[in-house]
């Protein structure tokens, strides 16, 4: 059954250190494969369970290896090629989801072993500090007078989540979601950059990637593609809802292992990794970066993430991306 589990329910740090009932343990280093560069979300993510996995000797050495490319395609073939050897982990976000739904890539994540869905990330808009543009309404506004007005910059790939999401506002807006200017980067934090240095009109990425440059006044949040408002130093953000634009935009992240593990091994990764993202040590991470902890085993996630690729199969095949 689907847990969602908020921050109040983190369980104790000290729960992470018992071990798993599984008859199975790491026996050499490990391998976390992100399929971005280092800086953005995925690699926060990836960094802050090797540092917990590691601190609480669910394994002795855990190496995080990034492969950027491909809309994430390039770390999980890396990833397919070490059948049965559940020393491979591969990290994504749901991006990757939609490089599979798109037809894109030679892996699928039929040609991995689901472990554990562990995170929602509700992405925001932000624009230049001085930008003229001051709420998701003068978003619309400008879609509907001329779609190719403004450039929209994300990560990591063409289709994914984020460019929905864009698509999505376009099409409320009366728009051709194809004629938007969509410029797609290797990581959310170089969005950011080119947003604060004004070579992109509007940037969609995580609260984490951008709220740096928000904080220094080189960029401005105007909006939460969150059903709520983040809490803390978000607060006072409204999200699209709020603003009379009926949209979400979500990014979801993943652990996956090589195809033929057996399922001591899944169980094993499925338990350690579920209580690392519970633990006392990433709760200030979970609040830094605005992440909402949502739980979903191996035993449900295959079919979780089946009904995902076709909701994301109708929405490309409506942009054009087919």
């Known amino acids: 059954m689907r847990a969602i589990v908020t921050l109040m329910l983190l369980l104790p740090a000290f729960a992470l250190a018992q071990e ?54 390039v770390a999980f073939a890396y990833l397919a090629s070490h059948p049965s050897n559940p020393h491979y982990l591969g990290l994504a976000s749901s991006s990757w989801l939609t490089t599979v739904a798109a037809g894109r890539g030679t892996t699928s994540h039929r040609d991995v072993t689901p472990i554990v869905k562990m995170l929602d990330e509700y992405q925001v808009f932000f624009v230049k500090a001085d930008s003229p543009i001051k709420s998701a309404r003068d978003i619309v506004d400008r879609l509907k007078q001329d779609p190719a007005s403004l450039s929209f910059g994300f990560s990591t790939a063409a289709g994914n989540p984020l460019h929905i999401s864009i698509a999505t506002l376009a099409r409320q807006a009366g728009a051709d979601p194809k004629k938007v200017k969509a410029v797609v980067f290797t990581s959310g934090s170089d969005t950011a950059i080119q947003v604060a240095g004004g070579h992109l009109d509007v940037g969609v990425q995580s609260p984490g990637s951008a709220y740096p440059l928000a904080e220094a006044g080189r960029i401005r949040i105007i909006a939460v593609g969150a059903p709520r408002r983040h809490p803390g130093s978000l607060a006072n953000i409204p999200t699209l809802r709020e603003q009379g634009v009926e949209v979400d935009a979500n990014v979801f992240y993943t652990v996956f292992g090589p195809k033929g593990m057996t399922p001591a091994q899944t169980a094993y990764w499925d338990e350690v990794i579920s209580r690392a993202v519970q633990s006392e040590q990433i709760r200030k991470d979970t609040q830094q970066n605005y992440w909402t902890i949502d739980l979903i085993g191996h035993r449900d996630l295959p079919g979780f993430l089946d009904r995902e690729i076709e909701n994301y199969r109708r929405a490309l095949t409506e942009m054009g991306l087919m």
């Open 20 to 73: 798993p009932q599984a008859g199975w343990k790491p026996e050499r280093p490990v391998e976390l494969i992100i399929g971005a560069a280092p800086g953005g979300a995925n690699d926060r993510i990836g960094r802050a369970i090797q540092r917990v996995l590691q601190e609480s000797k669910s394994v002795n050495t855990l190496n995080v290896v990034n492969k950027p490319g491909g809309g994430q395609a």
